[in-house]
């Protein structure tokens, strides 16, 4: 998908972190994973593999508390950087300031033609087939779907009145907030999307459970095994 290559940082992220998986079957299974005592912060500090069928995802705990996270998961790219502490059984990610993504809500004017439009205002490589729309209408219905690169038109009923418009972009779960629109069937809303930090996690204290050895996440409806490669911390 062209609009992945405008985040690079996170392919850099993936490769450094998740490629490690080659090094993931020289682990013996009398190491770290078979302890029972749960490991200090200093114990923690290392570079570990999480991947598994579909995903690739690594994370690096590094000895002066701050951490590099990676996953690919089919369409979806994302990466965060840090700071990382120890409570109790827990290990929690704080990520460094992100400028979350935004739609803005820039007009809405009368149409000629009687149809209601959609512009949206997209970066360089971008196209509108990654977007869907929802239309409320009065009567309490919602309408919409995929967005189109060969046409602008919404497709609405005779007598559907336009009241709310919320945009999504489904490969990172990101909605917009329900913009109001004015009833008006024939007009044209324009909208802009700004990516900003996108692909980059705004993780705030997140926490990832500590199970001997291995570090246990849930992401994305999946339960994640994060087990330890290296020692960072040992690393010339």
């Known amino acids: 998908m062209g609009f992945i290559t405008r985040h690079r940082s996170s392919r850099v992220a993936i490769a450094a972190l998740a490629g490690l998986s080659l090094f993931a079957v020289a ?37 002066d508390g701050r951490f590099d996270y990676g996953l690919s998961y089919g369409a979806l790219d994302e990466s965060a950087s840090g700071t990382w502490s120890v409570d109790g059984d827990r290990v929690l990610l704080t990520s460094d300031p992100v400028t979350a993504p935004r739609f803005t809500l820039l007009d809405q004017r009368p149409a000629s033609d009687a149809k209601m439009h ?32 060969d046409s602008d038109v919404i497709s609405l009923a005779s007598g559907d009145r336009p009241v709310s418009l919320r945009l999504a972009l489904g490969v990172y779960e990101l909605r ?14 324009h909208v802009r999307f700004e990516p900003n930090d996108l692909g980059k996690v705004a993780f705030a204290k997140t926490p990832l459970r500590i199970d001997g050895g291995k570090l246990l996440f849930e992401r994305y409806g999946r339960s994640i095994v994060f087990q330890r490669v290296s020692d960072s911390s040992k690393m010339k």
Not at 30 to 44: E, F, K, N, R, W
């Open 118 to 149: 959609l512009v949206l205002d997209l970066p360089k490589g971008w196209t509108r087939q990654y977007f869907d729309a929802e239309i409320g209408l009065a009567d309490g219905r919602f309408v919409g779907g995929q967005l189109s690169d």
């Open 176 to 189: 917009s907030d329900a913009f109001r629109l004015d009833g008006t069937t024939a007009s044209t809303v």
């Open 27 to 63: 682990i013996p299974s009398s190491g770290v994973a078979g302890q029972t005592a749960q490991p200090g912060a200093s114990q923690l500090v290392g570079i570990y593999d999480g991947h598994q069928m579909e995903m690739a995802v690594g994370l690096e705990l590094k000895a």
